[in-house]
């Protein structure tokens, strides 16, 4: 299982790069990112080297943060594989709630980062089907 550091931030011009320069001080590397947005405030959901540091750090200097559990997992570079794992989840009547792309720096495949209500229920399932799970 993955571990996903949310930060809440304000949505102004050059917080994005007090954000990647605060893990950069403290040698966090970025795996998977995704940001959403609102008129004052956004959330950045990332997957880094060191979930537990990059929270430290990120709250220390006054962001509001969060870690979650996400599940990454592992797919061909084909098309209509993500629906193909989409749908299994569908059929298992299992909601993803959010999700990003990632990629296996060691294989070079796409990494699928996603959230639900029960993580393990969906590793078990996806498992079952022959994916690697990370």
């Excluded at 008129?39 to 880094?48: F, Q, S, T």
């Excluded at 999700?99 to 070079?108: I, K």
């Amino acid at each position: 299982m993955l571990k996903q550091v949310s930060i809440y931030a304000e949505n102004k011009k050059g917080t994005m790069q007090k954000i990647t320069g605060i893990l950069l001080e403290n040698d966090i590397n970025i795996l998977g990112s995704v940001t959403n947005d609102s008129a004052e405030y956004g959330i950045i959901r990332m997957v880094v080297s060191d979930a537990q540091k990059a929270f430290d750090a990120l709250t220390a200097a006054g962001y509001l943060c969060r870690l979650t559990d996400v599940i990454g997992v592992e797919v061909a570079d084909e098309v209509g594989n993500l629906n193909k794992m989409l749908t299994i989840l569908e059929d298992s009547n299992i909601s993803v709630d959010y999700l990003y792309l990632s990629f296996n720096r060691d294989s070079g495949k796409p990494i699928m980062v996603f959230h639900c209500e029960d993580i393990m229920e969906v590793k078990a399932c996806l498992e079952g089907k022959g994916y690697t799970v990370l």
